[in-house]
């Protein structure tokens, strides 16, 4: 299934575009002109999140923002599992499919695995990394995996899908006092039915079940992308991705590190300090 929603114009000022890929039509922006800069969200997010950087970075850049099978206006494909492996090789199709190359990739939340799960592929052809409030490592956090366990049981599973929980009770209960009622309404109708949200519904369960995914990542990473320039942009309140646990090992992992704190940003960084983030970006990549 197409999400049949329309962005307001005023809010996502973006013009649509659309890749075949080999598992479901993708949707997704390319905004601007410049250096490229591939933008990932996580979960339950979608471009949107990234609309304020996009326009504070496309006169300069080439912006272009993903969202994934199930999330955004991408499509619903049955037979899809959703999972962050497959994701992963989509988002891969997508970099092939624009051709994509000295670029910088931005992951957040999700978007950071899935990202630097497709450059491990594409080392050669990669300028730079950004990463937010993120792991590529097995997630080991107590809190972390009772959430997964929690949201994969069949109760939490059917509020998920017939309640929107993932939206309505943790991006929007973090969000809730910053987003005007018309940028709430953009995160909730993207994921309008259960049908729609059955992507969303997958991800928590992956905070386990990707642990191979994660495995290699941890190993890999800091072989084939340890060298790139990197920028951390880190909301430093955040409880899902604590910075104590996670900056000093994003430091061992890339030997070129940038780290911009964020001090006031919760998880959803984009939402919280869009101009920092632009501007931090903007620094290390000029």
């Not at 051709?99 to 957040?108: E, P, S, T």
């Amino acid at each position: 299934m197409l999400i049949d929603f329309v962005p307001d114009r005023e809010l996502y000022p973006f013009e649509s575009r659309w890749f075949d890929s080999s598992a479901g039509r993708v949707h997704y922006i390319d905004e601007g002109s410049g250096p490229a800069i591939l933008f990932c969200h996580g979960a339950p997010a979608w471009s949107f999140l990234y609309r304020d950087i996009v326009q504070g970075l496309r006169d300069r850049y080439r912006c272009i923002a993903v969202d994934y099978l199930g999330f955004g206006l991408s499509e619903r494909p049955t037979g899809f599992g959703y999972t962050v492996a497959e994701h992963t090789t989509v988002l891969g199709e997508l970099i092939d499919h624009l051709r994509l190359d000295d670029f910088v990739l931005m992951g957040h939340d999700w978007g950071g695995p899935i990202g630097l799960g497709a450059l491990t592929e594409r080392a050669a052809r990669v300028r730079g990394i950004v990463l937010g409030n993120t792991v590529f490592w097995p997630i080991e956090a107590i809190a972390n995996r009772a959430f997964s366990a929690i949201m994969s049981s069949r109760p939490m599973q059917r509020r998920i899908l017939e309640q929107n929980f993932l939206v309505e009770r943790v991006l929007l209960a973090e969000l809730g006092r910053t987003l005007t009622a018309a940028e709430a309404d953009h995160y909730r109708a993207v994921q309008p039915t259960a049908e729609a949200r059955r992507g969303l519904a997958i991800m928590p369960k992956e905070i386990r079940a990707a642990r191979p995914l994660l495995d290699r990542l941890a190993r890999d990473v800091p072989v084939l992308l340890g060298d790139k320039p990197t920028l951390l942009v880190w909301g430093m309140r955040d409880m899902v991705f604590r910075a104590n646990d996670c900056i000093p090992r994003m430091r061992a992992a890339f030997t070129d590190l940038d780290v911009v704190e964020l001090p006031h940003a919760r998880h959803f960084i984009q939402e919280h300090a869009s101009d920092a983030i632009t501007a931090a970006i903007t620094k290390r990549f000029p």
